[in-house]
């Protein structure tokens, strides 16, 4: 199971921390993910990181801007959003691949509910 937290309101130029808590089984072998989806478009890979060694993985567009990291004795994930934009307004969903760093949601097998960033111009 995956719980993401950490949306809201933020105003433009904010930088929120979302958070993805795992439970139930071990996901010690896979790679985390957080994807978004803006009403209207298509979800859209954000950045993905590996539990063991850290290894990550961005979307060209977020590189810079958004940070993902992940503490493994709590077995959470983290996405730090930084100078945010009224565009970045979207559900934020953490999920689950066995694969490698996949930037595909079709690659993912286990999905959380979402948390809903609203940034403010």
């Known amino acids: 199971q995956l719980q993401a937290s950490g949306g809201g309101l933020v105003q433009a130029g904010g930088s929120p921390r979302l958070s993805c808590a795992a439970s139930g089984r071990s996901f010690s072998r896979d790679t985390m993910g957080w994807f978004r989806q803006a009403p209207g478009k298509e979800r859209e890979f954000v950045a993905a990181i590996r539990w063991v060694g850290g290894s990550t993985r961005y979307a060209d567009s977020m590189r810079g801007r958004f940070t993902i990291s992940r503490d493994n004795a709590k077995r959470t994930v983290y996405l730090q959003m930084n100078s945010l934009k009224p565009e970045d307004t979207a559900d934020y969903y953490c999920?689950?691949?066995?694969?490698?760093?996949?930037?595909?949601?079709?690659?993912?097998?286990?999905w959380g509910q979402g948390t809903l960033v609203t940034v403010s111009s």
């Open positions: 999920a689950v691949a066995t694969a490698y760093l996949e930037g595909v949601a079709h690659a993912y097998d286990y």
